[in-house]
């Protein structure tokens, strides 16, 4: 059974950092991708970073210069390392995991809150 176990969110002011990170069991971690989306209220849930097996790396344009993806193999492990942070960021994060034929696992997702 392939588990992703999120960690790290929490409530940030303007600015701020924060790092989510993502423990993957169940599947071979270092074929797979892995990526980080988020979903906002009242919005569909978007691509916000994704690290490949190959270790190519993807970023939303509204997270370029800000967010960096990383990726333990050894740990299992994904990191979402989130720097000035803005209200806009606010959102529900959800840990993805692709295998190579094509699967798709979800974490439960962490809450990041951006405010004054």
């Known amino acids: 059974q392939v588990r992703l176990a999120e960690s790290g969110g929490g409530l940030m002011q303007p600015g701020g950092s924060l790092r989510l990170s993502c423990t993957i069991s169940g599947t071979l971690f270092s074929d797979n991708d892995v990526a980080w989306y988020r979903q906002a209220p009242g919005k569909l849930r978007d691509l916000v970073a994704e690290?490949?097996?190959?270790?190519?790396?993807y970023y939303a344009d509204s997270v370029k210069g800000r967010f960096t993806i990383s990726r333990d193999n050894a740990k299992s492990t994904v990191y979402l390392e989130m720097n000035s942070l803005k209200p806009e960021d606010t959102a529900v994060y959800y840990c993805n995991t692709k295998t190579p034929v094509g699967y798709n696992f979800w974490g439960q997702g962490t809450q990041v809150t951006v405010t004054t």
């Open positions: 690290a490949t097996s190959l270790g190519i790396t």
